[in-house]
């Protein structure tokens, strides 16, 4: 498969919408921030140490498997879903490693980086780990709706499988060792993506925030750290990594989730008892737009998008797929849609063509659950 090819496939199993309490929680994510013993940490690397963290980083992974008839198989011994594919950036042009950062697949800031860097990912995309970003290794697990110990486990399956043949840099007391000392000692960061639609249209979110804060959870944008919110969709994340075991931070960081999620609940409940008219109003004119529209921005399409969300999980819009929002915040963004245009288009152009696929999208999401032919 080539990178062209990772880019255009359909978005990835953790943007399905079937995860628990999936009408606000999006995706959970778990990520491993692992760094080999002897080697400086990738800020401190030179040309020729990145190449070794790349390629022990590729002979750790599995062989690819095949059944009898000669078909691979689909999961690999190691309960891992689906074969295990290294690639390197460089590999990429600068525009599909964008859209690999809108894919979630790699950060912001892996994405300036060219020589010595490289990205590991599954068949379904719920595993990609990070090589030679901030540590050598950032392993990334994706999963749908609220499953923190899911993601947890298939983290643990992948760590434990590359820990057999890499020797990781760990202290006794310290734990796991760290580029950022904010990360040292479990280096876990967990967190779950989460679209609060009324918390922001009651204003409520920010008291919200300020609280979490209190609590050792922080709230990012979108796309993790330093990233603006976008479509009334936000990270909640552990802020802690050091002095406390892994189960003790997911536990708590899942009690934290459903608070913010109940908030949210309770805010849609209230907001529609009390504002019924005004509630279908917008969720109506954002469902007319984006269904009319032959032309609209990233920014005006992720506030719509956001209001039909809201009016499919409060029954308004029944006859479209919560599936068609979530793939469409990666389908519609810049990048992705660059590059499955296979030319690069000016802002007038993408805004046309975003508008085009968000029309056929959704009503191809109605189709479906009309069971009849577009």
């Known amino acids: ?30 990520r491993l921030a692992r760094n080999l013993a002897d080697l400086p940490f990738p800020s401190r690397l030179n040309a020729a140490g990145a190449e070794e963290a790349v390629s022990r980083v590729k002979s750790a992974l599995p062989a ?8 691979p198989k689909t999961a690999s011994p190691e309960g891992l879903p689906g074969k295990l594919q290294l690639y390197r950036l460089s590999a990429f042009t600068p525009l599909e490693r964008l859209a690999l950062v809108e894919k979630h697949l790699i950060s912001p800031q892996h994405a300036r980086r060219e020589s010595g860097a490289a990205v590991v990912l599954s068949d379904d995309e ?16 994706l999963v749908s709706g609220l499953e923190l110990e899911e993601a947890w486990q298939l983290a643990c ?8 043949k890499l020797d990781y840099a760990f202290d006794p007391q310290l734990g796991y060792l760290t580029a950022c000392p904010s990360n040292t000692g479990t280096g876990m960061r967990a967190s779950v993506m989460v679209h609060l ?6 204003h409520q979110h920010g008291a919200i925030f300020n609280a979490l804060a209190k609590v050792g959870v922080v709230v990012r944008g979108l796309y993790g750290e330093g990233t603006e919110a976008s479509g009334n969709i936000f990270q909640v994340s552990n802020q802690t990594t ?5 189960q003790e931070v997911l536990s708590h960081l899942m009690g934290v989730s ?10 849609r409940e209230r907001l529609f008892r009390e504002h019924p008219d005004l509630v279908e109003d917008r969720v109506w004119r954002a469902y007319g737009i984006l269904t009319s529209a032959r032309s609209i921005s990233s920014q005006e399409a992720m506030s719509l ?22 793939e469409l915040l990666v389908q519609i963004s810049p990048a992705h849609l660059q590059v499955v245009e296979g030319r690069d288009l000016e802002t007038g152009q993408r805004d046309i063509r975003r508008a085009a696929l968000i029309r056929q999208r959704i009503k191809g999401g109605e189709a479906r659950r009309l069971d009849v032919k577009p």
């Open 126 to 141: 719920s595993v990609s780990i990070m090589v030679n970003e901030e540590d050598h290794l950032r392993i990334q697990c």
């Open 258 to 267: 459903m608070q913010v999620i109940e908030h949210e609940r309770a805010a």
């Open 197 to 202: 639609p009324a918390l922001v249209m009651t």
């Open 64 to 71: 690819r498997t095949e059944d009898p008839a000669g078909a």
């Open 305 to 326: 998008l956001s209001d039909l969300r809201l009016g499919i999980d409060l029954r308004v819009i029944p006859h479209v797929e919560a599936r068609v929002f979530n």
């Open 157 to 164: 399956r992948v760590d434990d499988l590359l820990e057999r």
């Open 1 to 30: 498969m080539t990178p062209t090819d990772i880019v255009k496939r359909p978005a990835g199993r953790w943007l399905a919408g079937t995860g628990p309490v999936s009408d606000v929680a999006l995706s959970t994510r778990v």
């Open 242 to 246: 050091l002095g406390q075991p892994e």
